[in-house]
C-alpha cells in the first residue's frame, strides 16, 4: 500500500480544500540604506562629458616605444 503524505479524510465528511499561498508584499533582493547624514538629498546633477573623440590625437602619440 502506498504512503500518504495527507491522511485520508473520514467516509462522509467533506473535502478540505488545499490552503493557498498567502501572496504578502514582495521582498527585495537587495539591501537599501538611508544615506549617510549631512548628504544633500538633491544633488547637483553631474557635469558634461567631453566630446567623443576629442583625446584619439593625443592617444595615438602616447603609444609605448614597442609599437
Not at 20 to 38: E, I, W
Request: glycine content about 6%.
Amino acid at each position: 500500500m502506498p504512503r500518504r503524505s495527507t491522511p485520508e479524510p473520514e467516509p462522509g465528511a467533506e473535502p478540505v480544500p488545499a490552503p493557498t499561498p498567502a501572496r504578502g508584499a514582495r521582498t527585495r533582493r537587495r539591501v537599501t540604506t538611508d544615506p549617510p547624514p549631512g548628504t544633500d538629498p538633491a544633488p547637483a546633477p553631474e557635469p558634461a562629458r567631453h566630446a567623443r573623440g576629442e583625446n584619439d590625437d593625443r592617444l595615438r602619440t602616447d603609444k609605448p616605444p614597442h609599437y
